[in-house]
């Protein structure tokens, strides 16, 4: 009798610990815990259509400009520009190359609240950006208002003041309004406005920084600047974290 008693309450209490489960199960679970928002860590990378198309188009331009920016946080950015060029202007009696190298550094902060589905950018932000170049004084015009010599309109192309003006360099800071358009998965258009202001830079012997790779012009009264760029970019998901 004991024995059949023992294994009612074996049964019994298995049957109840079945019970329970299975009501735990149909209960509705808070998955909040477990659905938490996923934060990703992006990497945009791309490259400026306009000085691409015109070293294409101009026999006076040549250069390429890489720009990338990195998202670490809702809507903040580390942005860099690396760019590279050599042109060759005539400013009034003045025919000169510069070529050389510029890098910038900085950040961008989104203005913008998408509306769902979508991922644009408006952005402003800040650069320090500096250059290491050479000038080219290719050949000049002396100026005679007198007209006292027969020759005094033909280009002066070598001898005084021609030649190469080696390791230059320039400091500035600029400010930046970009605007960033995805119009692909995961591809962007974005515009750039810039204002620059020179901090320093290295004056050649016998001449000046007329343009200064990715400050562009400048002029000797006025240490002010402006430039755009026009890119395409492609954003990569480094990492995907909860938080």
Known sequence: MKLTHTWV????????????????????????????????????????LYRTILSRVSNDFEGFEIVGDLKVGEDFFIALELGNLETTKQVEQVNFTTNGSYLKMGFDYNMLENLEGMNNHITIGARIGSSKHNQILNSYTILDRTRYWSTSDLPVTNG?????????????????????????????????????????????????????????KKTQDNIFGAGFNYTLTYNFSLLSKKK
């Open 160 to 216: 005084f003041a021609t030649g190469e003006r080696s390791d230059l360099n320039a400091l500035w800071f600029e400010v930046v309004l970009n605007f960033k358009v995805q119009i692909l998965k995961n591809i962007y258009s974005g515009v750039s406005l810039r204002l620059n202001r020179l901090i320093s830079d290295k004056i050649p012997s016998n001449f000046d920084n007329i343009y200064i790779p990715g400050f562009n």
């Open 9 to 48: 309450f074996y049964i019994s209490f298995l049957s109840l610990g079945y019970s329970l489960g299975q009501q735990n199960d149909n209960l509705p679970i808070d998955d909040s815990l477990n659905l938490k928002k996923v934060k990703s860590i992006n990497l945009r990378v791309g490259f400026d």
